[in-house]
């Protein structure tokens, strides 16, 4: 019997087993960390070839690169030129390989190190979503079993790497969900606008894993941005601080209402370091996305240097957009809220304002006169008493208090709801009122009506009226006029009405800044009002010859040829 000569073993052969191999790459898919995954499967299929030298090439973003091992000069220029190659092929679109065809694996000697070096493509079912090199040590022979064996890692490795990034994107995109439900909820249940844009901005900062971010809005009178809040990078310093909005990155933003990045802020020309300077904090990268109500620009949102590799990328950028639009939202409503409590006191105070004007003049006029009919009536009683002749006298004195009385009333309801505004319309009401005054007060009240080519509805005559009689008690209670004269005229669109009159006149920029000192707010009454009927109010005051006076403009738009007439 021929003597078997025992067979040597061949470098080339895999030391592990096939089932030892599954086993270490099983442990590979409680990995949810894409580069940790990368690490241990390079290793692993390095210790799998005994390959002296790995690199693995993953096409997601960030772009993962990892390599282990050795390298000779001549090995790394070639593995080098290999990824560029892929990375530059995956590009360009979308790179597949027919699940029919034989995996490409490419086998290429090294002369000067006596090497080979062996690539093959990384895929995610059909698709190319990377590459694996290897570096063999020389003499070792590249056969078909260790090509099909490469084979499996390629699609196992580069099919659970895309799983995990998969995996870790959702979980990202859930993250961000919570972000938004929570941005949300404060949205509706939180309307203080300091406290709701800060914890805005420290969640953006955590959810675009950023170091800091700054909220701009723009002061349109003064043409600049003004930091309203910031988190982190020395945001206390940058409190109300301003920047012209035709500099920086944020003034390219909020001038050309669209968003931006700028990974390497020092090379592009739009960067201003003036703000570095100030907090002491060194910008590197920049993502910003204006903030915008019904297409109109009021803010700029900005987040500064990513921590993570890659800088900001198109996904950050539509995120930080979405949380621009919200952050809007919350600026609006919060500015409506504030507009809204201002209005209510505003009601309130006006409110307040006649109701002692009320209690002043029935005091003053047409309790007095009551009192004075009481007494007129005690003495007549007495007088028929002693001497019936003389009451005579004293009746017809006591017929006058009493027309006197009536007429006080009168203006008093009148003033209150004047009731031939709903029957007869503004005009009307105004030479009324105009009749009356002349026929109560000491002073003279002169009417230049003017024909109104179509009535006012209810509301706005209203208003108009109310605007008229805050503008007169003004002059009767503070300026000591003489006169007072009541203009109407109209143009094309317009309605105009002026109250004039030649009293003391008044320093009228003093007097608004000071309301609140006072406690008195008719000016600012009127020009709410005013407002709340799409009117304009304008105040010119003089206090000295030969214009003395003051003069109360306000100008309405004239009701439309549709309205009710």
């Known amino acids: 019997m021929a003597k078997t000569t025992p067979r040597q073993a061949n470098p080339a052969t895999i030391t592990h087993s096939d089932s030892a191999i599954l086993d270490k790459f099983l442990e590979l898919t409680a ?7 990368l690490r241990h499967a390079l290793a692993l299929l390095v210790q799998s070839f005994h390959a002296e030298a ?32 892929i990375e530059r092929r995956l590009l360009e679109g979308m790179w597949c390989i027919p699940a029919t065809e034989e995996l490409p694996i490419s086998v290429n000697r090294l002369p000067a190190n006596n090497l080979t070096l062996v690539n093959a493509p990384l895929l995610r079912d059909t698709r190319v979503v990377g590459s694996v090199s290897l570096i063999l040590p020389s003499g070792q022979p590249f056969g078909p079993s260790q090509r099909r064996m490469l084979g499996k890692f390629a699609r196992a490795v580069g099919q659970l790497a895309s799983l995990v990034t998969d995996l870790s994107l959702a979980q990202q995109r859930l993250n961000r969900l919570g972000f938004f439900y929570q941005m949300g909820q404060a949205l509706v249940t939180n309307f203080d606008l300091n406290e709701l844009l800060t914890n805005t901005m420290q969640l953006a900062t955590d959810v675009m894993d950023a170091a800091a971010s700054s909220l701009m809005l723009i002061d349109e009178e003064k043409g600049d941005l003004v930091f309203e809040v910031s988190h982190g990078g020395g945001g206390d310093i940058l409190r109300r601080q301003r920047i012209p909005i035709d500099e920086g990155i944020a003034g390219w933003v909020a001038r050309h209402g669209r968003p931006t990045i700028a990974n390497d802020v020092r090379s592009d020309p739009r960067f201003n370091p003036r703000v570095d300077v100030r907090t002491g ?42 949380i621009g639009a919200q952050a809007a939202i919350a600026i609006e409503n919060a500015r409506l809220y504030a507009s809204l409590r201002e209005e209510h006191d505003r009601i309130i105070q006006a409110q307040e304002d ?5 209690a002043r003049n029935l005091h003053d006029g047409t309790v007095q006169m009551l009192s004075a009919i009481s007494m007129s009536i005690d003495h007549l009683r007495r007088l028929l008493e002693v001497k019936p002749e003389a009451a005579f ?6 017929r006058s208090l009493v027309h006197q009385a009536t007429r006080e009333a009168r203006m008093v309801l009148f003033e209150l709801r004047p009731i031939i505004l709903e029957t007869q319309g503004l005009v009307p009401t105004l030479k009324s009122y105009v009749k009356q005054l002349n026929e109560t007060e000491d002073f003279s009240v002169h009417f230049e009506p ?3 080519p179509r009535r006012f509805d209810t509301r706005t005559g209203g208003t108009i009226f109310s605007i008229v009689q805050e503008a007169v008690n003004n002059a009767k209670r503070h300026a000591v006029a003489r006169n007072v004269w009541i203009s109407l005229t109209t143009t094309a669109d317009t309605f105009i009405v002026q109250v004039r009159d030649d009293g003391r006149g008044f320093d009228v920029a003093a007097v608004e800044e000071d309301y609140e000192q006072r406690g008195s707010f008719g000016l600012l009454n009127m020009r709410e009002r005013a407002r709340l009927i799409d009117g304009h109010l304008d105040i010119q005051s003089r206090t000295e010859p030969p214009n003395q006076g003051t003069t109360i403009t306000l100008k309405v738009p004239l009701p439309s040829p549709t309205a009710s007439q």
């Open 31 to 37: 990995t949810r960390d894409v580069s940790t995954l």
């Open 54 to 85: 790995g690199s693995i090439l993953f096409h997601v973003h960030p772009l993962q690169r990892l390599r282990t091992g050795t390298f000779s000069q001549e090995a790394l220029s070639v593995v080098d030129r290999w990824e560029t190659v």
């Open 393 to 398: 006298s004293e009746l017809d004195a006591l």
């Open 354 to 358: 006649v109701r002692r004007e009320l």
């Open 450 to 452: 003017a024909t109104l």
């Open 281 to 322: 904090f060194l910008t590197q990268s920049i993502a910003a996305a204006p903030l915008k109500i019904k297409g109109r620009t009021i803010g700029v949102l900005e987040v500064l240097n990513k921590y993570s590799g890659g800088g900001f990328d198109k996904e950050d950028l539509r995120l930080l957009t979405s």
